[in-house]
């Protein structure tokens, strides 16, 4: 029997127009179906597990943005951006340095090499970009150079550099590895400002490789993570796409390679597959991997040292930033995205186990006093320090000493995060290189598209024409529009 928990606006994903969309639990999960009148009925899965849909509900958080790019027209999804409508500033912003790619791999969002159509930014539209990014308020705090594949562009480290020197907080790369076979590039991306590698990294056997990429590169993967170590670059981010039936089990043994190389790299991140062009709906029904069945993967093939009650959706962090905002007296930028685009948990490593920060410090109670503190500050006949102040106390009660790690300080551990609550991006960096952070974000495609995650979104990506666009939103209307000449405007 089919209960309706939602409805949203949807596009068909053969013509690409807006259309309405109802999501309905049945079975346990929650399936968005809608109905385009040309081509007909589309069903799929939007989330795996019906009462952790309601749950996570909760924790939804919808802020507004202060600069736009474009003007509200056509409305969302056609308008971007950022358009008036949009709801998240730019936390995370990508740009594509490439289309060129020095890999045919059959699975690639970016659909890299096969547009028919060279698109490579000039340094100095590179640099706009950038410019744009920083004039947002709060200013754009990290950015990601991908592609195609980035380090193909012979003045990356004059790119990361800049980067730097425009004041982007963290800077990141999204890439295949391969140049970094190479020691002294490496080394040279380590000297420019590089704060992380953003590895594709899709398993531990060669079975995922011959698949998604045509051939086995698991070894050469494991070598750089090798000149890594060598090198002293110490900031890897693992990111495995996720294909039911290729790699689906080996998500327990990604983590524990993680672990065993966690001097080195800081988290996994994965991403279920995204199903582009028109699909069979048995097949994608089949195939379809949602957050929640990761988080089953996880808790399953970790022997349930990492279970599904570790992880939280991404806004769970957002009242965080709006209190630091009030005490810094500062924009921040908060993650105020969809609360069904991603999750994550924090895990300590010790003697070669996991340790979820959720199993010894009380995330929800945290959470309350948060929520508290910040309805306090709204009167501002609240002191900002007697709040930092009562925080400090609270937090130290909210730490079971028995079960968290011996190789922590309590105390110590209760300072880094009050040091972040006070905005502090130092006692932030600490505390990610501290701890190994396992997560999920899954990308939208036609046919689970839902406009309210697009309205919040948080990952965005600048082109050269000025404009800012949501991440799915960029990948399954705009990119093709870019690039594909012969492409009829969808929007039409």
């Given at each position: ?5 939602g ?31 040309e081509?007909?009925?589309?069903r ?40 008036p ?8 912003a990508?740009?594509d ?24 930014p000039?340094?100095?539209?590179v ?10 308020i ?11 594949e ?7 480290f ?5 980067a730097?020197?425009?004041?982007f ?5 999204a ?57 002293g670059?110490n900031?890897?981010?693992?990111v ?18 993680a672990?065993e ?15 582009t ?12 991997i ?9 808790e ?17 962090v ?22 069904h ?5 924090y ?15 009380d ?11 910040n309805?306090?500050l ?21 730490i ?23 905005g ?6 600490k ?7 396992i ?44 690039f ?5 405007n969808?929007?039409?």
């Amino acid at each position: 029997m089919k209960e309706v928990v939602g409805t949203t606006v949807s596009i068909c994903p053969k013509c690409y127009k807006k259309i309405p969309a109802t999501l309905y639990e049945e079975d346990g999960k929650v399936f968005i179906e809608k109905t385009c009148p040309e081509h007909g009925k589309f069903r799929d899965i939007y989330w795996g597990d019906a009462e952790l849909y309601k749950k996570y509900n909760s924790y939804q958080y919808i802020s507004s943005i202060e600069v736009t790019h474009s003007k509200t027209e056509k409305g969302c999804p056609y308008d971007c951006g950022l358009c008036p409508n949009h709801k998240t500033t730019t936390v995370l912003a990508n740009i594509d340095l490439t289309n060129r790619c020095n890999l045919n791999c059959p699975i690639c969002f970016a659909n890299a090499g096969k547009t028919g159509v060279v698109y490579e930014p000039t340094f100095q539209e590179v640099k706009r970009m950038m410019e744009i990014l920083r004039s947002e308020i709060p200013p754009t705090p990290a950015i990601q150079f991908a592609g195609g594949e980035p380090t193909l562009r012979k003045d990356l480290f004059d790119i990361i550099k800049l980067a730097k020197e425009m004041g982007f907080l963290h800077i990141q790369l999204a890439t295949n590895g391969i140049k970094l076979k190479n020691k002294e590039y490496l080394r040279e991306l380590k000297e420019a400002g590089l704060s992380t590698i953003y590895l594709q990294f899709d398993g531990m056997s060669e079975k995922p490789y011959l698949i998604a990429r045509g051939k086995n590169l698991l070894p050469f993967k494991m070598k750089v993570i090798e000149n890594c170590r060598e090198v002293g670059f110490n900031s890897v981010v693992l990111v495995p796409t996720l294909v039911r039936g290729v790699n689906d089990g080996e998500v327990g043994d990604i983590i524990n390679y993680a672990v065993e190389n966690f001097d080195v790299v800081r988290g996994v991140n994965f991403q279920p597959v995204s199903f582009t062009g028109r699909t069979d709906e048995k097949k994608r029904l089949e195939s379809r991997i949602t957050i929640p069945d990761f988080m089953k993967l996880v808790e399953e093939q970790t022997n349930g040292e990492i279970s599904r009650d570790d992880f939280y959706p991404v806004p769970v962090v957002a009242p965080i930033s709006s209190f630091v905002e009030s005490i810094s007296n500062m924009k921040k930028p908060i993650l105020g995205s969809h609360q069904h685009c991603g999750v994550s948990t924090y895990v300590f490593v010790e003697d070669g186990k996991m340790i979820p920060i959720t199993r010894f410090f009380d995330v929800e109670g945290f959470l309350e006093i948060i929520r508290e503190k910040n309805e306090e500050l709204k009167d501002s006949k609240k002191g900002k320090i007697r709040s930092v102040l009562d925080l400090s106390i609270n937090i130290l009660k909210l730490i079971d000493r028995e079960k968290a790690p011996k190789s922590i300080n309590v105390k110590n551990f209760a300072n880094v995060i009050i040091g972040i609550l006070k905005g502090n991006y130092n006692s932030l960096a600490k505390l990610h290189h501290n701890l190994l952070m396992i997560s999920c974000m899954h990308f939208m495609d036609p046919y689970n598209f839902d406009i309210r995650r697009c309205e919040r979104c948080c990952i965005h990506y600048a082109i050269p024409d000025g404009r800012v666009i949501p991440f799915c939103t960029f990948n399954t209307i705009h990119r093709p529009l870019m690039f594909n000449k012969n492409n009829k405007n969808k929007d039409n």
